[in-house]
């Protein structure tokens, strides 16, 4: 069936409009505080700190400054290495270079994408100076696993959950269980501010440090609270605050973080149970969170080969719905090769990248778009029967 111009493209993902970002941006307009740190900022941190079981939060101008900080907080330098996934989106790599600290890129999990712990532990040498995971897609990472590797040998923890807002798992919340946790809120994420980030500081001895870094290496937050007389350089710092106009429209965001997740989990799993039959004629996988525990940030197909990939999302291009590989794993990279090293030949991150598709999935997608999408995915076959 070929694709009908007046029905729509279905893109791969739209910003949540939130209703109250405009009456949030009109009270910072009309305010006489449009820099950080002002109530929209302390509102959105306090709705993190509930969303995530509490502790510190630092919001950031993007999630990869926030990962910057993370790295600058603790003091790597061009003698370490830090153990990162090779499946894994640059800024986390990135934040680790401009320590001069070396990567070593590790594999993944075939099912999931997520980190592999067994090879965190083989990957550990006298100059590993910390662990970075992310939890892909929202599924978490074995933390139990990672955390115990991390004490076994006095490993700090960074815990990208640009993903995971609000998952919680029987080891805990996502984004809480290493020393340094990290939300990203990109306009391709769940809630966001356009461009914006967080730190979340569950070590409280990062702490004061963090608040010098993200206000350009000064005290300032410290002489707000009043602790000093006045403020000045103290520390390694950069412009980390964003703006109350990005704190306003995230505030909005948060505030309706419960409908968001409803509309997206509705999303994945008429997903999931749609597309079953058809994944089982044609070869794919679908994404199997373990224990079914995941943010709705993305759905996964695994294909069966790698010229799948390219054939469906043609396909479904030609059919108006915008469907997307993902990362190329960065030991691959011209970076990645430059920056750091692979533990070994990192065969299921390759094969997982190489077989990936995901779907659209926002939260204002139409009972008739997500049926739109089954169809056309169901429609497609691969080019050769044989899988």
């Given at each position: 069936m070929a694709f009908d111009g007046a029905v729509g493209v279905i893109p791969f993902s739209r910003p949540h409009p939130a209703p109250a970002s405009l009456e949030n941006l009109?009270?910072?307009?009309?305010?006489?505080?449009?820099?950080?740190?002002?109530?929209?900022?302390?509102?959105?941190?306090?709705?993190?700190?509930?969303?995530?079981g509490g502790g510190e939060?630092?919001?950031?101008?993007?999630?990869?400054?926030?990962?910057e900080m993370a790295s600058r907080l603790l003091d790597l330098t061009p003698d370490d290495e830090v153990i990162l996934p090779s499946f894994t989106f640059s800024s986390a790599a990135a934040?680790?270079?401009?320590?001069?600290?070396?990567?070593?890129?590790?594999?993944?999990?075939?099912?999931?994408?997520?980190?592999?712990?067994?090879?965190?532990?083989?990957?550990?040498?006298?100059?590993?100076?910390?662990?970075?995971?992310?939890?892909?897609?929202?599924?978490?990472?074995?933390?139990?696993?990672?955390?115990?590797?991390?004490a076994h040998h006095g490993l700090p923890v960074i815990e990208d959950n640009?993903?995971?807002?609000?998952?919680?798992?029987?080891?805990?919340?996502?984004?809480?269980?290493?020393?340094?946790?990290?939300?990203?809120?990109?306009?391709?994420?769940?809630?966001?501010?356009?461009e914006g980030g967080a730190l979340l500081i569950n070590d409280p001895g990062h702490v004061e440090r963090a608040e010098i870094m993200r206000e350009k290496g000064t005290n300032r937050s410290q002489f707000l609270r009043g602790a000093v007389d006045k403020y000045s350089w103290v520390d390694w710092g950069s412009s980390y605050l964003p703006s109350e106009f990005n704190a306003?429209?995230?505030?909005?965001?948060?505030?309706?973080?419960?409908?968001?997740?409803?509309?997206?989990?509705?999303?994945?799993?008429?997903?999931?149970?749609?597309?079953?039959?058809w994944a089982g004629l044609v070869g794919a996988t679908l994404m199997r969170p373990p224990r079914g525990i995941h943010a709705a940030h993305l759905f996964f197909l695994l294909l069966a080969?790698?010229?799948?990939?390219?054939?469906?999302?043609?396909f479904l291009r030609s059919r108006g719905i915008v469907a997307a590989f993902h990362y190329v794993p960065l030991d691959?990279?011209?970076?990645?090769?430059?920056?750091?090293?692979?533990?070994?030949?990192?065969d299921r991150s390759e094969d997982f990248s190489r077989r990936l598709?995901?779907?659209?999935?926002?939260?204002?997608?139409?009972?008739?778009?997500?049926e739109r999408v089954i169809a056309a995915v169901c429609e497609w076959r691969p080019t050769m029967e044989d899988v």
């Open positions: 009109r009270s910072v307009l009309e305010s006489d505080h449009a820099h950080g740190d002002g109530p929209f900022t302390m509102a959105a941190s306090e709705r993190l700190r509930a969303i995530t939060v630092l919001l950031t101008t993007s999630g990869t400054h926030a990962l934040a680790v270079a401009m320590t001069g600290a070396r990567i070593v890129f590790v594999d993944i999990d075939a099912a999931t994408g997520n980190i592999d712990p067994a090879q965190v532990a083989e990957a550990v040498t006298p100059r590993t100076r910390a662990i970075s995971v992310m939890h892909y897609g929202g599924q978490p990472v074995d933390m139990a696993a990672i955390t115990t590797i991390a640009a993903h995971g807002l609000g998952v919680v798992t029987d080891d805990g919340v996502l984004g809480r269980m290493g020393d340094l946790g990290i939300q990203s809120f990109h306009d391709t994420k769940n809630v966001h501010a356009g306003a429209v995230l505030s909005a965001q948060l505030d309706e973080f419960d409908t968001i997740q409803a509309a997206r989990h509705k999303i994945w799993d008429r997903y999931a149970t749609g597309l079953a039959d080969r790698w010229s799948d990939q390219g054939e469906l999302i043609t691959t990279s011209t970076a990645g090769q430059r920056y750091g090293r692979a533990l070994r030949p990192l598709v995901r779907l659209p999935l926002w939260a204002g997608m139409t009972d008739a778009q997500v």
